[in-house]
């Protein structure tokens, strides 16, 4: 039985806040259904409420209440969670392609058994040669993992880690734990990196 594994982050290493935040949801098919299911369900709802149309639903964009329902809904599910945060030391880092590899790449060394299972990761990059870019870089740091790049608008599961990476970002950037609260016992590991650490080891092992 495939286990589908969704990253997403919030922010970028050169923004200005203190934390770059990611998150992988373990799930399978039938749990990718139900992601499917809370996910159009709160496309419908705002539509009949505020006759607003929305092609894909972000955390960002999303009202008080419309975060905490998907966020119920999410740990109403058998999934697991693990958080990997960047400390970046009040330090802007170049969001370069090896950087942002570098960094989701952390976050992954947490999962503990890779067979039967496949990475989803939501789609940064739309030009063709980025995009074989990271691929290359990403495959070099994690050979033995099987990952596909897919774009969050068309993948429910991507749709749903977005609201957990969410809740993540309000616990380490605004120091808000009010949306983490709710999905918290679903967290297998929630660790901090210093980003230099990180960057030595990197080029120690390169």
């Known amino acids: 039985n495939m286990t589908y594994d969704y990253l997403d982050e919030s922010g ?6 203190y934390f770059f935040c990611v998150g992988l949801t373990f799930s399978n098919k039938k749990i990718e259904r139900e992601f499917e299911h809370i996910i159009k ?6 539509k009949m409420t505020k006759g607003k149309f929305i092609s894909e639903m972000k955390f960002n964009n999303s009202s008080d209440s419309l975060r905490r329902y998907i966020l119920r809904k999410i740990n109403e599910l058998d999934i697991q969670i693990i958080a990997a945060i960047i400390d970046k030391e009040g330090r802007r880092i ?3 392609i090896s950087n942002y590899s570098l960094a989701i790449s952390q976050a992954v060394t947490e999962m503990k058994n890779k067979s039967g299972l496949i990475l989803i990761i939501d789609k940064k990059y739309t030009n063709s040669s980025q995009i074989l870019e990271f691929q290359t870089i990403f495959r070099n740091r994690q050979s033995s993992l099987l990952f596909e790049l897919r774009d969050s608008k068309s993948n429910y599961g991507l749709q749903a880690a977005d ?22 016992d679903k967290f297998i590991s929630e660790k901090v990196y210093k980003w230099t650490k990180i ?3 990197d080029i120690e092992r390169a």
């Open 41 to 46: 369900r709160s496309k419908m709802n705002l």
């Open 12 to 17: 970028n290493l050169s923004d200005e806040n």
């Open 163 to 184: 609201f957990i990476v969410g809740s993540i970002n309000y616990k380490y950037n605004r120091k808000n734990t009010s949306y983490f609260s709710i999905i918290k």
């Open 199 to 201: 960057k030595k080891k």
């Open 94 to 96: 170049k969001d370069s």
